[in-house]
């Protein structure tokens, strides 16, 4: 078997801890997964006896063998000696990789557990043959995890590597990776500089009824780029201006296509944002309830997840809401309301944004930064205390966490600040008056997503054109003579949402020439 040629992308590794297998054979739920594509496979067995282990691994290695797949054991260089297999995977616990390479030889492949930068630059300049990069996401499967990283941690540890010039060395993530996650995993941890050759699952497939099928089906899935992903790769080349000149056509469109834009929100927006999505030109539905997320994705819209009113049983309906969403492809803005405010809502950022794909997420300055942090590694400019940022700050922070993340941001402020990770605008449209009512960043992040849901080949243009108007809308209507403040400004605002929208429709764009 060539060492250069092994093929990572369907990483089964067989641990039975946790009753996962239940009353089934091990060798046999492995030969179904290898015949539903799993493409190399690693024993790990913590608890059998040494003879026992052996006799698993032969029976394991005659499977694998006729596959032409390798199979690796799981610490025990012994073992893997005694059942000739083609290598082990060693954790920063076992035997060192020398003392590993010096007892298998040059040909065996040797893997190695990597949970941070040093560990992975290490074993990749002491010959690793590929990294298994972990621990991603918090997994039932194995308990003496060391820490969550996230698909942010992997992405950076990818970097490094790339540019100690270690690029080479093949590298898996694992931990609680499945089939709702896999397609998000190797889109958001994938650079420019390198990506990941595959994902190691336990769980995903040897606790599946069919693990033929869990293994086929995973493979597929691998295969392919998630149904978000056309909004951020097909990009197209448009520059501020071009957008400013594409604005009113989208506007246009949305108002002839009006799509549903399905709000989960807070108790205190409902009416606003209802009325907003309308003026704008989309067909609102306002319904925090997870059980109708699924028949709600089908129907071609957008969905907002505003975290305004927190509650847990909240956070579930948003998760089972994003994973429904994420399925077909429809577009989602977060809008993690207070972020910074509680630890609870720290944490439901965090679950959140581990829960699944936004394809923008819009905040303050605060909330940004939250956002920015929740990950667990450490980035430059959200760490540096309590200071507000300058307006420099402010776009590297938009700017790296748009890349980190592969979706749009927006930083909202008397100057926004948006990005996707290579184009980056500010906008200085708006009134003071948007920050005198309730609900103006929240009806903002549904005037988002209503245009998200008629632009799938370009979320940033989506979201550029979403706030010309937004913001346009309020500087045409706070200077009326019927607008007195605040309160008199707020239908008068929803008035020159709709007007916008008219003139558009008519073909008339006058109205993006304000933007600045
Ligand atoms: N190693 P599942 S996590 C064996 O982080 C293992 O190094 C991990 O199981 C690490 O796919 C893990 O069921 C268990 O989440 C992965
Ligand atoms: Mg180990």
């Given at each position: 078997m060539d060492r250069q040629q092994i093929n990572y992308s369907v990483y089964l590794v067989t641990d039975s801890t946790a009753g996962i297998l239940g009353d089934r054979d091990l060798v046999p739920v492995v030969a179904a997964a290898v015949k539903g594509g799993a493409t190399i496979v690693q024993l790990r067995d913590k608890?059998?006896?040494?003879?026992?282990?052996?006799?698993?691994?032969?029976?394991?290695?005659?499977?694998?063998?006729?596959?032409?797949?390798?199979?690796?054991?799981?610490?025990?260089?012994?073992?893997?000696l005694?059942?000739?297999?083609?290598?082990?995977?060693?954790?920063?616990?076992?035997?060192?990789?020398?003392?590993?390479?010096?007892?298998?030889?040059?040909?065996?492949?040797?893997?190695?557990?990597?949970?941070?930068?040093?560990?992975?630059?290490?074993?990749?300049?002491d010959g690793a043959d590929y990294l298994g990069i972990g621990t991603v996401f918090a997994t039932p499967t194995k308990d003496n995890t060391k820490s969550i990283i996230g698909t942010a941690g992997v992405r950076q540890i990818l970097i490094k590597l790339a540019e100690e010039g270690l690029g080479h060395v093949r590298t898996v993530c694992i931990g609680g990776i499945n089939h709702s996650n896999v397609q998000r995993v190797l889109y958001q941890t994938a650079s420019a500089q390198k990506k990941l050759d595959g994902v190691a699952v336990v769980s995903a497939i040897i606790a599946a009824q069919d693990p033929q099928e869990a293994a086929s089906s995973l493979s597929q899935l691998i295969r392919s780029p998630p149904a978000f992903a056309a909004a951020f790769t097909s990009k197209t080349s448009?520059?501020?201006?071009?957008?400013?000149?594409?604005?009113?056509?989208?506007?246009?469109?949305?108002?002839?296509?009006?799509?549903?834009?399905?709000?989960?929100?807070?108790?205190?927006?409902?009416?606003?944002?209802?009325?907003?999505?309308?003026?704008?030109?989309?067909?609102?539905?306002?319904?925090?309830?997870?059980?109708?997320?699924?028949?709600?994705?089908?129907?071609?819209?957008?969905?907002?997840?505003?975290m305004g009113t927190s509650t847990p049983e909240g956070r579930a309906n948003y998760l089972q809401a994003i994973r429904a969403y994420n399925a077909v492809g429809g577009p989602i803005l977060f809008d993690p309301v207070g972020a910074a405010a509680t630890q609870d809502r720290r944490d439901g950022v965090r679950e959140l944004m581990a829960g699944g794909?936004?394809?923008?997420?819009k905040g303050n300055e605060g909330e940004i930064r939250t956002v920015a942090g929740a990950v667990g590694i450490s980035q430059r400019g959200v760490d540096s205390g309590d200071a507000q940022l300058s307006l420099d700050q402010r776009v590297e922070l938009v700017r790296s966490t748009a890349a980190r993340e592969r979706n749009v941001i927006i930083l909202s402020g008397p100057i926004d600040v948006?990005?996707?990770?290579?184009?980056?605008?500010?906008?200085?449209?708006?009134?003071?008056?948007?920050?005198?009512?309730?609900?103006?960043?929240?009806?903002?992040?549904?005037?988002?997503?209503?245009?998200?849901?008629?632009?799938?080949?370009?979320?940033?243009?989506?979201?550029?054109?979403?706030?010309?108007?937004?913001e346009i809308a309020a500087e045409r209507a706070a200077p009326r003579p019927d607008v007195k403040g605040p309160g008199t400004f707020v239908p008068a605002f929803i008035d020159e949402l709709y007007h916008i929208r008219q003139e558009s429709v008519e073909g008339n764009g006058a109205w993006a020439a304000a933007a600045q």
């Open positions: 608890t059998s006896e040494t003879a026992e282990l052996i006799r698993i691994a032969k029976r394991l290695h005659d499977v694998t063998r006729a596959a032409n797949i390798p199979l690796l054991i799981n610490d025990r260089v012994d073992v893997a005694a059942a000739g297999v083609e290598g082990v995977h060693i954790g920063q616990d076992d035997i060192d990789l020398a003392s590993a390479r010096r007892l298998l030889g040059q040909q065996a492949i040797i893997g190695v557990t990597a949970n941070s930068e040093e560990e992975a630059l290490t074993a990749a300049r448009l520059n501020r201006d071009d957008m400013i000149r594409a604005a009113p056509l989208l506007v246009k469109r949305l108002a002839e296509q009006k799509p549903l834009c399905h709000n989960m929100t807070n108790l205190v927006v409902q009416n606003f944002a209802a009325n907003v999505v309308i003026a704008v030109g989309a067909s609102p539905i306002m319904s925090n309830n997870g059980n109708e997320a699924r028949d709600l994705a089908q129907l071609g819209g957008s969905l907002v997840v505003n794909f936004f394809s923008v997420v948006v990005s996707d990770g290579e184009r980056t605008v500010t906008i200085r449209n708006g009134h003071e008056y948007l920050g005198e009512i309730t609900g103006s960043g929240c009806t903002l992040g549904a005037t988002v997503a209503s245009l998200l849901a008629v632009e799938r080949k370009d979320a940033f243009l989506a979201v550029v054109t979403a706030m010309l108007m937004y």
